[in-house]
Protein backbone atom coordinates (compact mmCIF):
# COMPACT_ATOMS: atom_id res chain seq x y z
CA UNK A 1 0.00 0.00 0.00
CA UNK A 2 2.51 2.47 0.86
CA UNK A 3 4.62 1.66 -2.52
CA UNK A 4 1.12 2.30 -4.18
CA UNK A 5 0.75 5.78 -2.46
CA UNK A 6 4.26 6.34 -3.16
CA UNK A 7 4.09 5.85 -6.64
CA UNK A 8 0.38 7.19 -7.07
CA UNK A 9 2.00 10.62 -4.98
CA UNK A 10 5.29 10.57 -7.55
CA UNK A 11 3.00 10.48 -10.47
CA UNK A 12 0.90 13.15 -9.20
CA UNK A 13 4.34 15.63 -8.72
CA UNK A 14 5.18 14.38 -12.16
CA UNK A 15 1.84 15.17 -13.56
CA UNK A 16 1.35 18.56 -11.49
CA UNK A 17 4.98 19.60 -12.43
CA UNK A 18 4.22 18.63 -16.29
CA UNK A 19 0.77 20.75 -15.68
CA UNK A 20 2.42 23.64 -14.82
CA UNK A 21 5.79 23.59 -16.75
CA UNK A 22 3.71 24.36 -20.28
CA UNK A 23 5.82 25.81 -23.10
CA UNK A 24 5.94 29.84 -24.34
CA UNK A 25 3.76 30.26 -26.92
CA UNK A 26 5.48 30.76 -30.47
CA UNK A 27 6.68 34.54 -31.48
CA UNK A 28 5.08 35.60 -33.81
CA UNK A 29 7.30 35.30 -37.14
CA UNK A 30 8.92 38.71 -38.23
CA UNK A 31 7.77 40.76 -40.94
CA UNK A 32 10.33 40.71 -44.04
CA UNK A 33 8.29 43.18 -46.14
CA UNK A 34 4.69 44.58 -46.21
CA UNK A 35 1.61 44.82 -47.87
CA UNK A 36 -0.42 47.60 -48.09
CA UNK A 37 -3.22 46.83 -45.32
CA UNK A 38 -0.65 45.87 -42.59
CA UNK A 39 0.74 49.67 -42.62
CA UNK A 40 -2.41 51.02 -43.54
CA UNK A 41 -4.24 49.11 -40.43
CA UNK A 42 -1.44 50.49 -38.18
CA UNK A 43 -2.07 54.04 -39.26
CA UNK A 44 -6.05 53.74 -39.10
CA UNK A 45 -5.16 51.54 -35.36
CA UNK A 46 -3.42 55.01 -33.86
CA UNK A 47 -6.11 57.13 -35.24
CA UNK A 48 -4.83 58.74 -37.86
CA UNK A 49 -7.51 59.62 -41.15
CA UNK A 50 -6.16 57.89 -44.35
CA UNK A 51 -7.80 59.58 -47.17
CA UNK A 52 -5.95 57.22 -49.90
CA UNK A 53 -3.99 54.72 -50.54
CA UNK A 54 -2.56 52.33 -52.81
CA UNK A 55 -0.20 51.39 -55.31
CA UNK A 56 1.69 54.35 -57.91
CA UNK A 57 4.42 53.69 -60.32
CA UNK A 58 5.11 50.38 -58.29
CA UNK A 59 5.47 51.74 -54.84
CA UNK A 60 2.78 51.26 -52.06
CA UNK A 61 1.59 54.21 -50.29
CA UNK A 62 -1.18 55.03 -47.58
CA UNK A 63 -1.42 59.22 -47.54
CA UNK A 64 -3.59 60.96 -45.22
CA UNK A 65 -4.02 63.87 -42.13
CA UNK A 66 -3.69 63.42 -38.10
CA UNK A 67 -6.15 64.95 -36.65
CA UNK A 68 -3.85 68.32 -35.87
CA UNK A 69 -3.94 68.70 -39.27
CA UNK A 70 -0.24 67.45 -40.25
CA UNK A 71 -0.36 66.04 -43.63
CA UNK A 72 1.60 62.80 -44.10
CA UNK A 73 2.37 59.73 -46.80
CA UNK A 74 3.65 56.19 -45.97
CA UNK A 75 5.46 54.88 -48.95
CA UNK A 76 7.03 51.89 -50.01
CA UNK A 77 10.86 50.77 -51.02
CA UNK A 78 12.16 48.20 -52.67
CA UNK A 79 8.48 47.16 -53.43
CA UNK A 80 7.96 43.62 -56.06
CA UNK A 81 5.66 41.27 -56.37
CA UNK A 82 1.85 40.78 -56.89
CA UNK A 83 0.35 41.29 -55.02
CA UNK A 84 3.21 44.16 -54.33
CA UNK A 85 5.12 44.01 -50.87
CA UNK A 86 7.78 46.36 -50.06
CA UNK A 87 11.05 46.28 -48.46
CA UNK A 88 11.29 49.37 -47.08
CA UNK A 89 9.23 51.96 -45.28
CA UNK A 90 9.36 55.64 -45.57
CA UNK A 91 7.40 58.07 -43.19
CA UNK A 92 7.47 61.45 -44.27
CA UNK A 93 5.62 64.63 -43.50
CA UNK A 94 6.53 68.19 -44.80
CA UNK A 95 5.01 72.04 -44.31
CA UNK A 96 5.71 74.98 -45.76
CA UNK A 97 6.83 77.96 -43.51
CA UNK A 98 7.01 82.11 -44.82
CA UNK A 99 10.10 81.21 -46.57
CA UNK A 100 13.55 79.54 -46.41
CA UNK A 101 15.29 81.11 -43.61
CA UNK A 102 12.39 80.32 -41.18
CA UNK A 103 12.63 76.63 -42.20
CA UNK A 104 16.87 76.82 -41.57
CA UNK A 105 16.05 78.44 -38.14
CA UNK A 106 13.15 75.64 -37.76
CA UNK A 107 16.14 72.99 -38.78
CA UNK A 108 18.43 74.43 -36.09
CA UNK A 109 15.89 73.60 -33.41
CA UNK A 110 15.30 70.38 -34.03
CA UNK A 111 17.36 68.28 -32.34
CA UNK A 112 15.26 64.57 -33.29
CA UNK A 113 18.08 61.59 -34.36
CA UNK A 114 15.51 59.38 -34.63
CA UNK A 115 13.68 61.57 -37.78
CA UNK A 116 15.23 63.20 -40.44
CA UNK A 117 15.06 67.00 -41.51
CA UNK A 118 16.17 68.60 -44.28
CA UNK A 119 15.17 72.01 -46.09
CA UNK A 120 13.17 70.20 -48.89
CA UNK A 121 13.33 74.11 -50.91
CA UNK A 122 10.38 76.60 -51.21
CA UNK A 123 10.29 76.98 -48.17
CA UNK A 124 9.30 73.61 -47.05
CA UNK A 125 10.29 71.69 -44.32
CA UNK A 126 10.68 67.75 -44.72
CA UNK A 127 10.66 65.53 -41.69
CA UNK A 128 10.84 61.48 -42.29
CA UNK A 129 11.82 58.41 -40.67
CA UNK A 130 12.62 54.81 -42.61
CA UNK A 131 12.30 51.61 -41.85
CA UNK A 132 14.36 48.81 -42.98
CA UNK A 133 12.59 45.46 -43.42
CA UNK A 134 16.22 43.68 -43.70
CA UNK A 135 16.17 40.68 -41.34
CA UNK A 136 12.65 41.03 -40.25
CA UNK A 137 10.91 43.42 -37.95
CA UNK A 138 8.36 42.33 -35.71
CA UNK A 139 4.83 43.94 -36.11
CA UNK A 140 5.74 45.10 -32.83
CA UNK A 141 8.86 47.28 -33.59
CA UNK A 142 6.61 48.23 -37.12
CA UNK A 143 3.71 49.68 -34.49
CA UNK A 144 6.74 51.31 -32.66
CA UNK A 145 8.47 53.06 -35.30
CA UNK A 146 5.10 54.48 -36.75
CA UNK A 147 4.24 55.37 -33.42
CA UNK A 148 7.80 57.00 -32.65
CA UNK A 149 7.36 59.39 -36.39
CA UNK A 150 3.96 60.65 -35.70
CA UNK A 151 4.90 61.68 -31.98
CA UNK A 152 7.73 63.26 -32.87
CA UNK A 153 6.73 64.97 -36.21
CA UNK A 154 3.41 66.09 -33.84
CA UNK A 155 5.74 67.94 -32.07
CA UNK A 156 7.57 69.86 -34.50
CA UNK A 157 4.41 70.40 -36.26
CA UNK A 158 2.69 72.00 -33.57
CA UNK A 159 5.64 73.46 -32.44
CA UNK A 160 5.60 75.50 -36.04
CA UNK A 161 1.41 76.05 -35.66
CA UNK A 162 2.25 77.83 -32.84
CA UNK A 163 0.11 75.44 -30.69
Not at 13 to 30: D, G, H, I, M, R
Amino acid sequence: MLKILAAATAFGLVATTTAVAQPASKPEPLMTDWALEDVRALIVERGETVSDSGVENGQLFVAGRTAAGMNFVAYGVGCAGTPVRCKGLNLTTGYRLSNSAEVDQALKQINLVAVGSRNGGDSALDLNRYVLFDGGIARANLKANIDVFFRLTGQVWKSAQGQ
